[in-house]
């Protein structure tokens, strides 16, 4: 099956710009989408496709993809931005399995 | 505005089956793709698996043995069954909606709408 790979942790400073990458051989077939994930509250799909924004989610959060690697930016990070972010993909291997990253945890110091 | 509302039993026991359903509310249950993912404390999210409108379905392959995911079209309603459940499938579970489909050269796979969440506990 196929997997997504984030780094575990990364921090940025207030008010800067911090990307979070999502790397996997499904990406070079499917966009990913990424999701916000805050303790005790469910999952926020922030970002999916080419380049789009759910309605309400702060145009500060944008999305790339190069190869087998798919990137969400913040630029000017805010506190409550703070949270797991999780990248995710449909499998392309033909098995049609759903995968999710392992996350990464954003830290805005 | 699609909600999702989910129930079923918090507690188990090891070895007891896991019965989880999700309501569709709002929206609808055709051309969808209808996914339980759960959390256990500390880790990651694990997708379990997906049905569509048709009952099509897809699992995880570390799971399949143990998963069944079913629909209801006329209540938009499905549900999840995970049997011979252990310590280590205490989680929080949760049902949302999935969609895919092409977009220029490449496809996209997206979940936009998701249940609150519902904790369980397998313990004896």
């Known amino acids: 099956s196929s997997e997504l790979t984030q780094d575990p942790a990364v921090s940025v400073a207030l008010g800067q710009t911090v990307r979070i990458t999502c790397q996997g051989d499904?990406?070079?077939?499917?966009?990913a989408a990424w999701y916000q994930h805050r303790p005790g509250q469910a999952p926020l799909l922030v970002m999916y496709?080419?380049?789009n924004r759910p309605s309400g989610i702060p145009d500060r959060f944008s999305g790339s993809r190069s190869g087998a690697t798919a990137s969400l930016t913040i630029t000017a990070a805010q506190a409550e931005d703070e949270a797991d972010y999780y990248c995710?993909?449909?499998?392309?291997?033909?098995?049609?399995?759903?995968?999710f990253g392992g996350g990464t945890k954003l830290t805005v110091l | 505005q699609v909600q999702l509302q989910q129930w079923g039993a918090g507690l188990l026991k090891p070895s007891e089956t896991l019965s989880l359903t999700c309501a569709v509310y709002?929206?609808?249950?055709?051309?969808?793709?209808w996914n339980w993912i759960r959390q256990p404390p500390g880790k990651g999210l694990e997708w379990i698996g997906e049905?569509?409108?048709?009952?099509?379905?897809n699992y995880n392959p570390s799971l399949k043995s143990r998963v069944t995911i079913s629909g209801d079209t006329s209540k938009s309603q499905f549900s999840l069954k995970l049997s011979s459940v252990t310590a280590a499938e205490t989680a929080v579970y949760y049902c949302a909606r999935g969609r895919s489909g092409p977009n220029l050269a490449f496809y996209y796979y997206y979940m936009d709408v998701w249940g609150r969440g519902i904790t369980v506990t397998v313990s004896s």
């Open positions: 496709g080419i380049n």
């Open positions: 709002g929206g609808s249950f055709s051309g969808y793709y």
């Open positions: 049905i569509n409108h048709s009952g099509s379905t």
């Open positions: 995710n993909s449909r499998d392309s291997s033909g098995n049609h399995e759903v995968v």
């Open positions: 499904s990406l070079r077939r499917y966009y």
